[in-house]
């Protein structure tokens, strides 16, 4: 029958420190008796005491800090994951969230994304860069590959693309939305202090974004429905749906699954060109 285990957070990080390899430290030396890390050479790259480290393991000396899991977890070279682990053990609660620059998109996410035949489907950065797109987005939204990387921001698009802005049926109501979803999923990201540039870009460019900015407003994006006027199609319906990326808090993906039939007839129109005639 199974011990209950009353101190996982001391029995967590020796299970780490077990884990690592002195030799890829530049730690040589006599034959050791146990694998991994000492417990003073752990304390030392964590630039705290080797007493209070073996505290730690033992389950004594209270509950530590944040700033001294994060030092541990450098120093036993967590991933982001163990990294939270290690928190939720410690503390009771995720780390702070740490904003990290998204750089695009595994080849195993762009083939969830080409696999959606008939449904546009993007993915976006919490500063609402578009990163990855399949064809139905391309060919129903917008042609992201047509546009340098730094101008596929779903703002930039919504605020300063005549062709985007006259795409919609409420534009009014679009633009409230988007404005108010990406301020509380870059302060989700801590990001607050990276869309600076933007946001005084935009506040220049648009007297319309200057005043929704200064509303305050924040929205999850959850689910909803979109309705699009197409320059070849006609008007589209969608809902749509928004999920996270699992191991990836910098990315949220968003599909637009065609909302009827007649929707789903009108998307398989513009992905799929007509047969060549015979000759």
């Known amino acids: 029958m199974p011990v209950a285990n009353d101190n996982p957070l001391g029995t967590y990080l020796k299970d780490r420190r077990g884990k690592l390899d002195p030799a890829s430290f530049g730690l040589s030396g006599p034959r050791r008796r146990t694998p991994g890390l000492r417990r003073e050479e752990v304390a030392q790259r964590a630039n705290i005491s080797a007493t209070w480290y073996t505290w730690l393991e033992q389950g004594r000396g209270g509950a530590p800090s944040a700033d001294v899991l994060e030092r541990i977890a450098r120093a036993l070279m967590l991933t982001e994951v163990e990294r939270e682990h290690l928190f939720l053990l410690g503390l009771g609660r995720p780390p702070a969230i ?8 595994t080849p195993r996410l762009q083939r969830v994304l080409d696999a959606l035949r008939l449904s546009p489907a993007l993915v976006k950065t919490p500063t609402w860069d578009v990163v990855a797109w399949n064809r139905a987005a391309a060919v129903v939204l917008t042609d992201y590959g047509a546009l340098p990387p730094e101008q596929r921001n779903i703002l930039r698009l919504v605020f300063l693309d005549p062709r985007v802005r006259a795409a919609q049926f409420d534009w009014d ?7 108010a979803a990406f301020r509380a999923d870059a302060a989700r990201a801590g990001a607050t202090a990276r869309i600076g540039a933007l946001v005084e870009e935009l506040c220049r460019l648009s007297p319309d974004f200057a005043a929704m900015w200064r509303d305050n407003d924040v929205r999850s994006y959850g689910e ?4 699009l006027r197409h320059p070849i199609a006609g008007p ?12 990836r808090p910098d990315l949220g993906m968003v599909i637009y699954n065609p909302a009827t039939p007649a929707d789903a007839d009108l998307v398989r129109s513009l992905v799929e060109p007509p047969p060549s005639p015979s000759t």
């Open 98 to 105: 740490r904003f990290q620059a998204a750089e695009g998109v």
């Open 173 to 179: 109501g679009v633009a409230r939305f988007v404005v």
């Open 224 to 227: 909803g429905v979109k309705r």
């Open 236 to 247: 589209i319906a969608f809902e749509f749906s928004a999920f996270a990326v699992d191991g």
